[in-house]
């Protein structure tokens, strides 16, 4: 089993819409959380970090952790062609805080 | 915020030769910094851990031998990837986090380069 699992999609969403990504981890000890999102050619960039159970707002990015049921989703509200990219989950290693685990990523696709 | 340097953006070099990969925290200082690799298409494969002032940490079926890392400032890590050969080709992507800041705090990647082995 993989330390942090998510669907590869792509996801396809139309433009405006809501977009919802999944992201589950093993470690029930982890206590950090993170999304990236990587566009095609180039390094990841932090969107966001949850640690606490529930949601968190950004803008148009809301996270949102479950550490019962050991799941951290995203929600990309009002989804924009320019949102189309690989989003990533990070989990922190529950032993070492300074070594993450990263799921594969999932890609989504926002149609205009 | 953040920001980590990472040089060059790619690379072309024939098989045999060696290359190196520069990683740079500009504003913050970093005790660790981390080393990936990315294959297309797939996602980013974690191959060490660098540490300044002491040995890199390597995952498993990663060759400490010839994938060279040096830490030697809180703001530099390197990566040497000596005698190169086609299989090498890929995309090497560095993260750092201010050494200040708790784990609380995500990572910041460099911008990646992109090796060639021909």
């Known amino acids: 089993q993989k330390e942090v699992e998510q669907n590869s999609g792509p996801l396809s969403v139309p433009e405006g819409a809501i977009a919802s990504l999944n992201c589950t981890y093993s470690d029930r000890g982890s206590q950090s959380f993170f999304w990236y999102r990587q566009y095609s050619g180039k390094s990841p960039e932090l969107i966001m970090s949850i640690y606490s159970n529930g949601d968190k707002e950004d803008g148009r990015f809301t996270a949102q952790l479950n550490k019962a049921s050991q799941y951290v989703s995203l929600l990309i509200r009002d989804s924009q062609p320019s949102d189309s990219a690989t989003y990533l989950c990070a989990v922190n290693n529950l032993y070492n805080f300074n070594k993450f685990y990263f799921g594969s990523g999932t890609k989504l696709n926002v149609k205009p | 915020g953040a920001v980590v340097s990472q040089h060059p953006s790619w690379v072309i070099c024939k098989s045999g030769t060696s290359v190196k990969i520069e990683c740079r925290s500009l504003?913050?200082?970093?005790?660790?910094m981390f080393w990936y690799r990315q294959f297309p298409k797939q996602s980013l494969m974690l191959m060490a851990t660098?540490?300044?002032?002491?040995?890199?940490?390597?995952e498993q079926g990663v060759e400490k031998d010839k994938f060279l890392i040096n830490h030697a400032s809180l703001t530099l890590s390197t990566l040497t990837v000596t005698s190169a050969h086609p299989e090498d080709s890929s995309f090497y992507i560095c993260?750092?986090?201010?050494?200040?800041?708790?784990?609380?705090?995500?990572?910041?990647f460099g911008s990646g380069t992109r090796l060639t082995v021909v």
């Open positions: 504003d913050f200082q970093a005790t660790t």
């Open positions: 660098s540490n300044e002032g002491s040995k890199a940490t390597y």
């Open positions: 993260s750092a986090r201010d050494t200040g800041t708790g784990v609380n705090y995500g990572y910041t």
